[in-house]
């Protein structure tokens, strides 16, 4: 299932209300939107990403690889 990138711009950080960035797996699938402000990233399952706090990952944006 592909994502639609129309809707993905549309989307911001569900705490800061932030920009939000394309993290891709090594084979090029989209697997989480990520928040630099709060260091969170917000998995896509099937598609569709979970914007909620209490399903986020911490991570560091520092040392996660460049977005897309």
Do not use: Y
């Not at 592909?2 to 697997?31: F, N, Y």
């Not at 209490?54 to 977005?67: G, I, L, N, V, W």
């Amino acid at each position: 299932m592909t994502l639609d990138h129309r809707l993905i711009d549309l989307l911001v950080c569900p705490l800061c209300k932030g920009k939000l960035q394309m993290q891709r797996s090594d084979d090029g699938q989209p697997r989480a939107l990520s928040c630099n402000a709060d260091r969170l990233a917000f998995p896509i399952r099937d598609g569709i990403p979970v914007m909620l706090e209490a399903e986020a990952e911490p991570f560091d944006p520092s040392s996660s690889p460049k977005a897309a």
